[in-house]
């Protein structure tokens, strides 16, 4: 899975888990793009409209879990009185990308924004460095629009561009291994964690 989702989505619920079943034997790979390997559960991110991946292996049929939106984010502590509410608007601030999200289709209009700088940028290679850099600075980044539940340090912004920034969330079994009790177990509490904050995923 993204490591993003289990650090703000489903940690606390896999701990809770574990706690309760200490017999369970679980591996958690880390993930960023659609499955490349076969495992019992895998969940990836996905851009809207992407068709069902084809990997070079089997997979029961993908099922979606979310529609993430995203949204440009600052800290709170460094909002002034008026926040930025345009491109135009971000130029007298330090962005700072994902590296990950360079490659995103549905970030172009970010992305195409963070191309045309010649400064003024910070790449960086993970989502909390992402959210440690605008909690500690005057920066300006692309978050998943749930950050603020998270983090309520963190203040979206306005929608700054005309077309919607958002990605999917997908899970899938191995057909090998579906109909085993844990992973069952396991796939209903992803299930759940989604459906115990919906709340988050709207604009």
């Not at 909002?79 to 999200?101: E, I, Y």
Request: hydrophobic fraction near 45%.
């Amino acid at each position: 899975m993204p490591t993003a989702l289990l650090t703000d989505l489903l940690a606390r619920d896999l701990i809770s888990w574990l706690r309760n079943d200490a017999a369970v034997r679980l591996e958690i790979i880390p993930q960023e793009g659609e499955p490349e390997r076969l495992a019992e559960v895998m969940i990836w991110i996905t851009d809207p409209g992407t068709p069902r991946p084809t990997p070079s292996f089997a997979m029961t049929t993908p099922l979606m879990l979310a529609r993430i939106p995203y949204r440009a984010h600052m800290a709170k502590r460094y909002a002034g009185k008026r926040l930025p509410s345009s491109v135009a608007d971000l130029k007298d601030f330090m962005l700072v990308q994902l590296a990950g999200n360079t490659t995103v289709d549905s970030f172009e209009p970010w992305n195409q924004l963070i191309r045309q700088r010649q400064s003024a940028v910070i790449q960086v290679h993970s989502q909390e460095w992402v959210v440690d850099l605008l909690r500690n600075s005057s920066c300006i980044g692309l978050l998943p629009g749930y950050i603020s539940h998270v983090d309520r340090n963190l203040l979206p912004l306005d929608e700054l561009f005309e077309t919607a920034l958002e990605r999917v969330v997908w899970i899938s079994t191995s057909p090998l291994a579906a109909e085993q009790s844990e992973v069952q177990t396991l796939v209903s509490l992803i299930y759940k964690a989604f459906e115990d904050r919906h709340n988050w995923f709207t604009q």
